[in-house]
């Protein structure tokens, strides 16, 4: 297996300009790269292939009824083998159209979910703590969960790894710590067509499958899908991103953060405060008032340390915690991905398309 330090110079270039800049022809990304064209769709060809990365296309649906993002993390007996914790929550809890992503180890768990509304969540965390009490799963506790309803809250980090790799590789490209909240909705509510519902839930599902692949799947055609992919990218309503494969260029560690705000001194939201936890290493930060949940990539125990120290620094400097933050670090080759990146599901039943089209995606 090529690890990171095996890659090419140029490799590691174009894999952070496919992070950047996912949404970029091959010519536009060798302009930014100033790389020939050639050399850029031969490297991406050749990074796809070995399985560096792939491509994802998240559904942008706080325009479509979707209110909430939900964090939940639970701690668990190690008595209970992690294959037998999955198949079990695979069958009760996994089912569930708004968990996106899930992720285990022997003695804890996370995972994410979008959702319409909150009796929804609550339904499933119900599930979820019924399910785990009556098998013995539970360590100590019930699951956490941490609700950010997008009116209220802010996502300054969705999963965007070109800060990270930027930093590993070393290349020294002056990214611009910009403030973008990915929960804020753009635009007034849509409402789609049975057609657009269709091609939507199909670009979600395959986000590598082509305009004329999607049009004959669904009996439309490739203009009338690459119209409408135009559409829904100007109106903010799908988001590219490209997920580099962390495990396979070296990183060994993912952290879990939950922090909560001493409530007599919170973050000022007003001018995103909070952002300055975010480091190269952060590639996801929601936050609300009075607290926030973090996903940090670190390449060794080193790294993670360095990055936790340096948060702690800020959080006390500043007096914003009266506790300590809750912190779960996962080896990201012993941690089982349960649900990896699973939009699909739920944009189907945010979205809604015809019966035929979930039968064909498997949803």
Not at 236 to 249: A, D, E, G, T
Not at 262 to 279: E, I, T, Y
Not at 303 to 321: A, G, S, T, V
Request: aromatic share 12%.
């Amino acid at each position: 297996m090529m690890k990171n330090a095996e890659l090419t110079d140029k490799e590691r270039l174009v894999l952070y300009g496919l992070a950047k800049f996912p949404d970029h022809t091959d010519k536009s990304l060798s302009d930014k790269l100033d790389l020939k064209h050639s050399t850029v769709t031969s490297i991406r060809h050749r990074l796809h292939n070995n399985e560096y990365f792939r491509k994802l296309i998240i559904p942008k649906l706080q325009n479509m009824g979707c209110q909430m993002l939900v964090a939940t993390y639970t701690n668990f007996s190690p008595l209970i083998p992690l294959e037998e914790r999955v198949a079990i929550t695979g069958e009760t809890i996994e089912v569930f159209e708004e968990i996106f992503f899930s992720v285990g180890e022997l003695d804890k768990g996370f995972s994410l979910s979008l959702s319409r509304d909150y009796a929804t969540i609550g339904k499933i965390n119900d599930i979820r703590t019924q399910t785990f009490g009556s098998r013995g799963l539970l360590e100590e506790e019930y699951s956490n969960m941490v609700v950010f309803p997008f009116e209220i809250s802010r996502i300054y980090r969705f999963f965007d790894f070109a800060p990270l790799l930027n930093s590993s590789f070393h290349l020294n490209f002056e990214d611009k710590k910009g403030i973008h909240d990915f929960g804020l909705k753009d635009m007034k509510d849509v409402i789609f067509s049975d057609t657009e519902k269709n091609v939507y839930c199909m670009m979600v599902s395959n986000p590598e499958m082509s305009d004329e692949d999607i049009g004959r799947e669904i009996g439309v055609s490739r203009h009338t899908v690459s119209r409408l992919r135009r559409r829904f990218e100007k109106n903010n309503l799908v988001r590219r991103i490209s997920l580099p494969n962390l495990q396979k260029l070296g990183f060994e560690i993912l952290t879990f953060y939950h922090i909560k705000f001493d409530p007599r001194n919170p973050p000022n939201m007003d001018n995103d405060s909070v952002s300055s936890l975010m480091s190269n290493s952060t590639i996801f930060l929601a936050s609300r008032r009075f607290e926030a949940v973090m996903i940090s990539v670190h390449m060794d125990y080193d790294d993670y340390k360095r990055d936790l120290m340096r948060i702690m620094q800020i959080l006390k400097e500043n007096q914003w915690i009266a506790e300590d933050p809750v912190i779960r670090s996962y080896g990201l080759s012993t941690m089982a991905f349960i649900k990896d990146f699973k939009f699909a599901p739920i944009a189907s039943k945010i979205v809604g398309c015809d019966f035929w089209v979930k039968k064909l995606l498997n949803i």
